[in-house]
């Protein structure tokens, strides 16, 4: 559920910056944050359309939104986003690239880009809004595992990736570490197989397969738990998988 009359506006007069919020998971945490009140400021990719349907379901519901694209994959990307949306108070980083191929396949170019936008891309935006989280003592990160990153092990097929989603687990904690005393929280969510509008046939099938009763999580049920994450300032420097309890 999105949005109901009694929902509580906890959110309101808090400033959410959503990287990847136009589409996939980022858009239903993107939708929920609206929904509670937090003025959301929506980073996509490249769509246009996604991005301004992702603003106007906001707007349509009451909520205050406005968003832009851009490839969060470039260098000056992470100082390009915060010039747009300086200090938000809530920071999620929901994008997340991966690649399948065994460790051997892996070229340089591949090792990079993974571990630079799944993992140093969060940790650039952290670094550069903590400061002013703890001035405010108040602040809100929510992060992206991938499936079973909630603790180290090994990957057969997406050792770059999940390396660099493991590793996040270690900023949480160390954001929990030194900012959960200044009423700064974040968590790290590691969801099961999840389709979306992005999953296409063969990882549609790939994640029937292999889910749990044969039946992959959605965005809104990844969505819904996440957010209520963020509401409870108790919880700083979990990593929670949600995923039906799925190994690979
Ligand atoms: N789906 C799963 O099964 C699954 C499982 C475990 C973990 N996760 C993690 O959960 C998170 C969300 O995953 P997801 O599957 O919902 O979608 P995703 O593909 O990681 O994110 C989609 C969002 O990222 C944007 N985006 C794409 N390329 C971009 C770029 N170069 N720069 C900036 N933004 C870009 C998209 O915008 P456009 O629409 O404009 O391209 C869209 O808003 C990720 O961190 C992922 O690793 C997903």
Redesign the pocket.
């Known amino acids: 559920m999105v949005y109901n009359r009694s929902m509580e506006r906890i959110f309101s007069g808090k400033k959410a910056l959503v990287?990847?919020?136009?589409?996939?998971?980022?858009?239903a945490v993107a939708l929920r944050l609206g929904a509670r009140g937090a003025r959301v400021f929506i980073?996509?990719?490249?769509?246009p359309e996604?991005?301004e349907g992702t603003v106007k379901v906001i707007r349509d519901a009451g909520g205050e939104a406005e968003g832009f694209?851009?490839?969060?994959?470039l260098p000056e990307s992470a100082a390009d986003i915060l010039g747009r949306v300086p200090s938000p108070d809530i920071l999620v980083c929901?994008?997340?690239?991966?690649k399948r191929a065994a460790l051997d396949e892996l070229s340089a170019r591949d090792w990079l880009f993974l571990t630079v936008n799944?993992l140093a891309l969060p940790g650039i935006l952290i670094s550069s809004v903590l400061g002013d989280m703890i001035r405010k003592k108040w602040g809100r990160i929510l992060l992206?595992?991938?499936?079973n990153t909630d603790t180290i092990r090994g990957f057969s097929t997406t050792a770059a990736y999940s390396a660099a989603?493991t590793a996040l687990g270690v900023v949480a904690k160390s954001v929990a570490l030194t900012a959960g005393p200044h009423g700064v929280s974040c968590n790290v969510v590691?969801?099961?197989?999840?389709d979306?509008e992005?999953?296409g046939e063969d990882a549609g099938n790939y994640?029937r397969e292999r889910s749990p009763g044969g039946i992959p999580l959605n965005?809104s049920e990844i969505a819904d738990l996440a957010v209520q994450i963020l509401e409870h300032s108790p919880v700083n420097g979990a990593i929670i998988p949600i995923d039906r309890g799925l190994k690979l």
């Open positions: 990287i990847g919020g136009t589409g996939g998971i980022g858009k980073q996509g990719g490249s769509s996604r991005l694209l851009c490839d969060a994959a929901a994008w997340g690239p991966y799944n992206f595992g991938g499936t989603k590691c969801p099961g197989l999840t979306t992005y999953t994640n965005s």
